[in-house]
C-alpha cells in the first residue's frame, strides 16, 4: 500500500500539439510606434467632447426609470449622465430657495374654548377685577368650586 501512494499517477497524454503552434508561428514582432490613440485626450466617441469625467458611479434602479432616463436623453441628444447632472444641480437650487407656506401658522392651531361652569347663590371676589359679590352667580372653568378655583363675575366671563 505504500508503495502505491509513492507512485506518481501519470496524467493521461494530453495533445501538445498547442505548444508547437505557437512556437512555430510566433506572436510575431513588438509595434515599434506608438499609436496616436495612447496619446490623445480621451473624447466621447460621439461628438468628441472633452467629458472630464473620470469617476465611475454604479447604481441599481427600477427597469422603468431606466427607461425613461435613456428616452429623455435620447430626445434631448445628450449622455444620460448629463441628465442626472442636470437633475442634480435642479435639486441643490430648490433646496437653497425659503419654502413659502400658502397657510399661516394660525390655519394649524387648534384653538379650544374652555367651557365656563356657572354656579349660582355664591359669596365670591371675582379673581380679574377683584369686586366682591354677595349672593351672585359665580362662574369658572372647574365644575366643583374650591379654595384654590378662580371665580369670575358675569362681566369678566
Same mark, same amino acid.
Given at each position: 500500500?505504500?508503495? *502505491?501512494?509513492?507512485?506518481?499517477?501519470?496524467?493521461?497524454?494530453?495533445?501538445?500539439?498547442?505548444?508547437? @503552434?505557437?512556437?512555430?508561428?510566433?506572436?510575431?514582432?513588438?509595434?515599434?510606434?506608438i499609436?496616436?490613440?495612447?496619446?490623445?485626450?480621451? #473624447?466621447?466617441?460621439?461628438?468628441?467632447?472633452? +467629458?472630464?469625467?473620470? !469617476? *465611475?458611479?454604479?447604481?441599481? %434602479? &427600477?427597469?422603468? #426609470?431606466?427607461?425613461?432616463?435613456? /428616452?429623455?436623453?435620447?430626445? /434631448?441628444?445628450? #449622455?444620460?449622465?448629463?441628465?442626472?447632472? &442636470?437633475?442634480?444641480?435642479?435639486y441643490?437650487? *430648490?433646496?437653497?430657495?425659503? &419654502? *413659502? $407656506?400658502? !397657510?399661516?401658522? $394660525?390655519?394649524?392651531?387648534? %384653538?379650544? /374654548?374652555? @367651557?365656563?361652569?356657572?354656579?349660582?347663590?355664591?359669596?365670591?371676589?371675582?379673581? @380679574?377685577?377683584?369686586?366682591?359679590?354677595?349672593?351672585?352667580?359665580?362662574?369658572?372653568?372647574?365644575?366643583?368650586l374650591? !379654595?384654590? +378655583?378662580?371665580?369670575?363675575? $358675569?362681566?369678566?366671563?
Amino acid at each position: 500500500m505504500i508503495s *502505491q501512494l509513492k507512485t506518481k499517477k501519470k496524467m493521461p497524454n494530453i495533445d501538445n500539439n498547442w505548444k508547437n @503552434k505557437i512556437k512555430r508561428k510566433g506572436l510575431g514582432k513588438a509595434p515599434q510606434e506608438i499609436s496616436s490613440n495612447l496619446q490623445a485626450p480621451e #473624447f466621447t466617441p460621439r461628438d468628441n467632447r472633452f +467629458t472630464g469625467r473620470t !469617476k *465611475q458611479l454604479g447604481l441599481r %434602479v &427600477k427597469p422603468e #426609470f431606466l427607461k425613461r432616463l435613456k /428616452e429623455l436623453a435620447l430626445e /434631448e441628444d445628450i #449622455f444620460i449622465v448629463e441628465i442626472l447632472e &442636470k437633475a442634480l444641480e435642479a435639486y441643490e437650487n *430648490q433646496r437653497k430657495e425659503p &419654502k *413659502q $407656506s400658502t !397657510k399661516k401658522l $394660525s390655519d394649524y392651531v387648534k %384653538v379650544i /374654548e374652555r @367651557k365656563k361652569f356657572p354656579h349660582p347663590n355664591e359669596n365670591f371676589t371675582c379673581d @380679574k377685577c377683584s369686586e366682591e359679590f354677595q349672593n351672585e352667580t359665580a362662574y369658572s372653568y372647574d365644575p366643583v368650586l374650591g !379654595k384654590l +378655583t378662580k371665580t369670575y363675575c $358675569s362681566d369678566c366671563v
